[in-house]
């Protein structure tokens, strides 16, 4: 079947843009994920949906970031006003519950210049 | 506060010569280890999920073992297509966030 799929694969903006990433989970998968891997460091975790809710949002960097989730399905990580320490990968995983395997996307490249 | 580190941070090996790489956690109610493989440009593919401490599990060239300390991914006579940075993480218990808590990752290379 179908993996995670995210769009767009490369984003290229300017510095205080705002930009919107889009995650798309196996069908099924309740539980979906926002990580960030940034030149040189590990995958940092950024907020976690239950269905449409988000038990935990303490990861988000600050309060540019915000993500939803609708129908339980297709989630949007948003980014207001981009700064230049934005740019990174940004990796969705959805799994079948919390618990268990996650899998992964091929990724948002995000350079802001 | 969850912790993963991982060893070597890069590792070269000629073709059949085999190897372990080692990630050891801190971790507050073990839920879960994982093992991921990169390549480039690409996200996260799993490889292993290990739940508890004296569990193994294999596939082709790779096993994966763990204690309550660390975990061990042992490559046996590797080829070239090997090469990739290995990822290990860890998702903690206690009802708290399910995000998983990474390792920097091993960069691996075989040489043929």
């Known amino acids: 079947g179908a993996g995670v799929s995210q769009s767009p694969s490369n984003k290229v903006t300017e510095k205080g843009k705002d930009v919107e990433l889009r995650c798309d989970p196996i069908s099924g998968h309740t539980a979906l994920y926002w990580y960030r891997q940034s030149l040189g460091q590990g995958l940092e975790f950024l907020i976690y949906?239950?269905?449409?809710?988000?038990?935990?949002k303490s990861g988000l960097p600050s309060d540019r970031f915000s993500a939803e989730r609708t129908g339980g399905s297709v989630s949007t990580l948003t980014i207001q006003r981009t700064q230049q320490e934005d740019s990174a990968v940004y990796l969705c995983a959805s799994s079948f519950s919390g618990e268990g395997t996650q899998y992964f996307g091929p990724g948002t490249r995000l350079l802001v210049l | 506060e969850d912790q993963v580190t991982q060893s070597p941070e890069a590792l070269r090996l000629q073709e059949g010569e085999s190897s372990s790489l080692n990630c050891s956690y801190t971790?507050?109610?073990?839920?879960?280890l994982f093992w991921y493989r990169q390549d480039p440009g690409k996200g996260p593919e799993f490889l292993f999920t290990?739940?508890?401490a004296g569990e193994e599990k294999e596939k082709e060239r790779l096993k994966a073992t763990l204690t309550k300390k660390e975990s061990f991914l042992h490559i046996t006579a590797p080829k070239p297509e090997d090469s990739a940075t290995y990822l290990c993480?860890?998702?903690?218990?206690?009802?708290?966030?399910?995000?998983?808590?990474f390792g920097k990752g091993t960069h691996l290379i075989i040489q043929p």
């Open positions: 971790v507050s109610g073990l839920r879960g």
């Open positions: 949906f239950q269905g449409n809710s988000a038990p935990d």
């Open positions: 993480a860890v998702q903690a218990g206690g009802g708290g966030a399910d995000g998983l808590t």
């Open positions: 290990l739940y508890s």
